[in-house]
Nanobody, 124 residues
Framework: QVQLVESGGGLVQAGGSLRLSCAAS????????MGWFRQADGKERESVAA????????YYADSVKGRFTISRDNAKNTLYLQMNSLKPEDTAVYYC?????????????????WGQGTQVTVSS
């Protein structure tokens, strides 16, 4: 049974930084792509970043390129999202997720296991 638990959200001023973590359990973590997604009030869930099992491949949404960095520590079964230069429009619930298939992918439809989410609020 795959379990994903996010942490690290909170309230921060514009221009500040936060680091999100996602602890994974229930299977061999390093074999699967992982991703971060977010959903703001009244909006659809969107992809933020994704990383392959080895960490060699990464994907970023245009809106976060140059500000956010996704990484993973396979020895600790943990996924990270370093968020710098935060903007009010980054305010959302952030979710980590993983798929049922091996290999590298970042398409949201392929992510089937989800955490409960962590709130990030950026004040102006």
């Amino acid at each position: 049974q795959v379990q994903l638990v996010e942490s690290g959200g909170g309230l921060v001023q514009a221009g500040g930084s936060l680091r999100l973590s996602c602890a994974a359990s229930g299977r061999t973590f390093r074999r699967y792509s992982m991703g971060w997604f977010r959903q703001a009030d009244g909006k659809e869930r969107e992809s933020v970043a994704a990383i392959s099992g080895t960490g060699d491949s990464r994907y970023y949404a245009d809106s976060v390129k140059g500000r956010f960095t996704i990484s993973r520590d396979n020895a600790k079964n943990t996924l990270y999202l370093q968020m710098n230069s935060l903007k009010p429009e980054d305010t959302a619930v952030y979710y980590c997720a993983t798929g049922a298939s091996l290999g590298w992918y970042h398409e949201p439809a392929l992510y089937v296991f989800w955490g409960q989410g962590t709130q990030v609020t950026v004040s102006s």
